[in-house]
């Protein structure tokens, strides 16, 4: 085996990504870190995303595998040992699955050092996952499902709820900025947060801790993150991607404009929540799995997945706490959940239609 990823081209999930990495503007893992094996040729961004999806598939932390501070040394056997993995569940997509990304770390791994090799014991009475019903609901969160059923609602029909629930076309359109003042919630611990956004998909947050400001935003075009103390960075574009989702102002109104493709999955539940799913799809990206309460036809659940050299990393966002303001429905509290962590943020006060000046969302000059 060679000391690289075997074969950009044969990674199809991450063919677009890589794409990137060839031109001039963007370098390579190797160019960056010291000690580069397995994942010459992707690009540099990819290494963290890569790194942390190891993690949270072991159940580890990085210390597990680095030498704290001393990246570059290979002492440790774990990282030794993780090297032949990635070259080994590369080599098995490969040559059995096309290339594409099937077989991952947590395929074997499951958040555990060491590879589940001996199915789980019934713990409990219901029936086992293989004894379900064609009529039973999949486990949220599951793989998607096949298309609709013959009285399952059409993707259109779907949007067109969503919309209404929200109070209407016209209506959110009249939005076209929105200052929020609340709380996030992390770890057990609280701190204020403000929000802003302004249409059509410009956003900036400002968490305020007690060592300063933590800001995140998207000024419409590339996202960038801040901390006091530190130079303010421009995200890669993976993030960037994430946080463009994130600052659409009028996300109901534009999901046929940004994906090109819906497909209904299996209807699910989450909690005692009865919902429809769409499984929307842009060209070269993974898809965004989104959840519509049954009843109310609001959104209650996105699930976004990012490309690594070995993996998908999710991220899970849950709606709650809906309110109408000036007619339009929104959001009061949304949990972001990934597999190193999840944060809920609570608000307090929304306002809209405020001025807000479109420089609160650049990036400072000179960082």
């Given at each position: 085996?060679?000391?690289?990823?075997?074969?950009?081209?044969?990674?199809?999930?991450?063919?677009?990504?890589?794409?990137?990495?060839?031109?001039?503007?963007?370098?390579?893992?190797?160019?960056?870190?010291?000690?580069?094996?397995?994942?010459?040729?992707?690009?540099?961004?990819?290494?963290?995303?890569?790194?942390?999806?190891?993690?949270?598939?072991?159940?580890?932390?990085?210390?597990?595998?680095?030498?704290?501070?001393?990246?570059?040394?290979?002492?440790?056997?774990?990282?030794?040992?993780?090297?032949?993995?990635?070259?080994?569940?590369?080599?098995?997509?490969?040559?059995?699955?096309?290339?594409?990304?099937?077989?991952?770390?947590?395929?074997?791994?499951?958040?555990?050092?060491?590879?589940?090799?001996?199915?789980?014991?019934?713990?409990?009475?219901?029936?086992?996952?293989?004894?379900?019903?064609?009529?039973?609901?999949?486990?949220?969160?599951?793989?998607?499902?096949?298309?609709?059923?013959?009285?399952?609602?059409?993707?259109?029909?779907?949007?067109?709820?969503?919309?209404?629930?929200?109070?209407?076309?016209?209506?959110?359109?009249?939005?076209?900025?929105?200052?929020?003042?609340?709380?996030?919630?992390?770890?057990?611990?609280?701190?204020?947060?403000?929000?802003?956004?302004?249409?059509?998909?410009?956003?900036?947050?400002?968490?305020?801790?007690?060592?300063?400001?933590?800001?995140?935003?998207?000024?419409?075009?590339?996202?960038?993150?801040?901390?006091?103390?530190?130079?303010?960075?421009?995200?890669?574009?993976?993030?960037?991607?994430?946080?463009?989702?994130?600052?659409?102002?009028?996300?109901?109104?534009?999901?046929?404009?940004?994906?090109?493709?819906?497909?209904?999955?299996?209807?699910?539940?989450?909690?005692?929540?009865?919902?429809?799913?769409?499984?929307?799809?842009?060209?070269?990206?993974?898809?965004v799995r989104l959840y519509f309460d049954a009843?109310?036809?609001?959104?209650?659940?996105?699930?976004?997945?990012?490309?690594?050299?070995?993996?998908?990393?999710?991220?899970?966002?849950?709606?709650?706490?809906?309110?109408?303001?000036?007619?339009?429905?929104?959001?009061?509290?949304?949990?972001?959940?990934?597999?190193?962590?999840?944060?809920?943020?609570?608000?307090?006060?929304?306002?809209?239609?405020?001025?807000?000046?479109?420089?609160?969302?650049?990036?400072?000059?000179?960082?």
């Open positions: 085996m060679q000391n690289r990823v075997p074969g950009l081209a044969v990674v199809a999930a991450l063919t677009s990504v890589f794409a990137v990495a060839q031109t001039a503007e963007v370098k390579t893992a190797e160019q960056v870190y010291k000690n580069i094996v397995e994942l010459k040729g992707i690009p540099a961004e990819q290494v963290q995303p890569t790194m942390q999806f190891i993690a949270a598939s072991l159940g580890v932390q990085c210390n597990f595998c680095h030498v704290r501070d001393k990246d570059e040394l290979d002492d440790k056997k774990p990282k030794k040992d993780a090297r032949k993995m990635i070259a080994m569940t590369m080599a098995i997509n490969k040559g059995h699955f096309e290339g594409n990304l099937q077989v991952t770390c947590f395929t074997c791994h499951q958040g555990s050092t060491r590879a589940v090799g001996i199915p789980p014991v019934l713990e409990t009475d219901a029936p086992p996952r293989g004894e379900r019903g064609a009529g039973d609901a999949a486990p949220a969160g599951g793989a998607p499902g096949g298309g609709r059923g013959p009285q399952g609602p059409t993707p259109d029909q779907i949007i067109e709820k969503y919309v209404t629930a929200l109070g209407g076309a016209d209506a959110l359109k009249k939005v076209t900025s929105r200052v929020m003042i609340g709380k996030i919630q992390t770890r057990g611990q609280e701190s204020p947060i403000e929000l802003l956004t302004k249409a059509p998909n410009k956003r900036i947050s400002i968490n305020k801790t007690q060592n300063g400001e933590s800001i995140t935003a998207f000024d419409g075009k590339v996202g960038w993150l801040g901390n006091t103390g530190r130079p303010a960075r421009e995200m890669g574009t993976i993030e960037s991607d994430a946080a463009g989702l994130d600052a659409e102002m009028h996300l109901a109104l534009r999901l046929k404009e940004i994906f090109r493709q819906f497909r209904p999955g299996r209807p699910e539940k989450i909690g005692d929540t009865d919902v429809v799913v769409l499984n929307a799809q842009r060209p070269n990206l993974p898809p009843k109310t036809g609001l959104l209650v659940r996105m699930v976004r997945l990012a490309n690594t050299a070995v993996g998908r990393n999710p991220t899970q966002i849950d709606y709650a706490d809906y309110r109408e303001v000036d007619g339009v429905k929104m959001p009061f509290r949304w949990t972001l959940s990934r597999p190193n962590g999840r944060f809920t943020i609570q608000l307090s006060e929304v306002k809209q239609n405020v001025p807000v000046e479109d420089s609160r969302f650049t990036k400072p000059s000179g960082n």
